[in-house]
């Protein structure tokens, strides 16, 4: 079936530097893909939505200039978080949708971002 | 935009006993509703999903109920097991867009 590969799984960084995960899909092509956070003992939340080739769009509360979302090819998209802080700690997770299945939604295995 | 709530927030069952947990959306443009396990520390887990063309589905012990009518729809686990024991959460999708999760559910299965 259908595999999104996210990377890194997990990953513990320093306060004020940047953190890249990747969403790799790899048997289809991932047309648009969107972009949760989850804080500890909270449900997933929308964080953006990238279409291949466009601008993300973000949800109200989340910074584009910090959460810097790219999608620039069908099989990867790419969400940076810029100048991180202790509150930037979460679960992080995509998920690719592929148009040509019904309903086909993949999500990645997520990556729990750590800022100390 | 759509709205998922879900009930109870804790459920304590016994071993052998059937868990319900009750979603419900305010979306009727909304036409698959998935439903995630997720166990400490790891990702959320498919476990059964429904369309909005069918009113139940059945995956051995887990069934799904959709009332579209009433926009609500449950999960029911029937014979828990303690490996039952984790977080629940419902989700709502029209289909093109994105997921919207339900707060999610706590069971515990006591032995």
């Known amino acids: 079936g259908a595999v999104v590969s996210q990377h890194p799984s997990r990953v513990i960084c320093k306060s004020g530097t940047s953190v890249k995960i990747e969403c790799r899909s790899l048997?289809?092509?991932?047309?648009?893909m969107f972009w949760y956070r989850q804080f500890p003992k909270q449900s997933l939340m929308l964080m953006a939505t990238?279409?291949?080739?466009?601008?993300?769009?973000?949800e109200q509360g989340v910074e584009k200039d910090k959460f810097l979302i790219n999608h620039a090819s069908l099989t990867l998209s790419t969400l940076t978080v810029t100048s991180a802080h202790p509150e930037d700690s979460s679960f992080y997770i995509c998920?690719?949708?592929?148009?040509?299945?019904?309903?086909?939604?993949?999500f990645g295995s997520g990556t729990r971002l750590t800022v100390v | 935009g759509e709205n998922v709530e879900q009930h109870p927030s804790t459920l304590s069952v016994q071993e052998g006993d059937s868990a319900v947990i009750k979603c419900t959306y305010s979306?009727?443009?909304?036409?698959?509703f998935p439903w995630y396990k997720q166990e400490l520390g790891k990702r959320p887990q498919l476990i059964i999903d429904i369309r909005s063309n069918v009113g139940e589905k059945k995956d051995q012990r887990i069934a799904v109920t959709l009332n579209k009518t009433a926009k609500h729809f449950s999960l029911h686990i029937t014979e828990t097991q303690p490996e039952d024991s984790a977080v629940y959460f419902c989700a709502a999708v029209n289909y093109g867009q994105n997921f919207v999760f339900g707060p999610g559910t706590r069971l515990s299965v006591l032995p």
């Open positions: 048997d289809f092509q991932a047309t648009t």
């Open positions: 990238s279409n291949e080739g466009s601008k993300a769009t973000y």
């Open positions: 998920s690719a949708m592929n148009r040509e299945v019904n309903y086909g939604y993949t």
């Open positions: 979306d009727s443009a909304s036409n698959y």
